[in-house]
């Protein structure tokens, strides 16, 4: 006597393309949201905190603009004016909340072929940090 192997019934009943279905929209939406958090926030990291930026010439940045640190993207430009007082740049950024810069830090314009220009952040060396909503950059000396 020789035994058969069970053959297995599949079936494609609604209920089961439903679930396929369902299943691989929420595997889109999770990767949506993890590119969208990389791409707003360029590291992953959520917090952020205010700072000012002062300059003499802003030329190129815009709202949205990249600031960077040691070529990484650590914020964005939020807004940008003239002092009327001292006629120097006021740029407004939104930094990530887990870097503390050293109060002498410094900013320039910088870009590369492939990129738009970006507020490139030069770290100080000094042991006080720029509190939230603080500003590094100098005022220009008044001219007389």
Do not use: C
């Not at 494609?12 to 990389?38: D, P, Q, R, Y």
């Amino acid at each position: 006597m020789v035994m058969a192997l069970p053959i297995p019934k599949v079936s494609l009943k609604g209920g089961n393309v439903f679930e396929t279905i369902l299943s691989a929209m929420v595997v889109v939406v999770a990767v949506g949201f993890l590119a969208f958090l990389l791409q707003r926030t360029g590291t992953g990291h959520l917090g952020s905190y205010p700072l000012r930026v002062r300059m003499a010439d802003a030329s190129g940045l815009t709202v949205g603009s990249d600031v960077r640190l040691g070529g990484t993207k650590i914020g964005s430009v939020t807004g940008l004016w003239l002092d009327r007082s001292d006629y120097s740049a006021v740029v407004e950024t939104d930094i990530r909340d887990d870097l503390a810069l050293p109060v002498d830090s410094g900013a320039s314009i910088a870009s590369s072929t492939l990129s738009n220009p970006y507020l490139s952040i030069s770290p100080g060396h000094a042991s006080q940090k720029v509190r939230p909503e603080g500003e590094i950059g100098t005022k220009p000396p008044r001219r007389r």
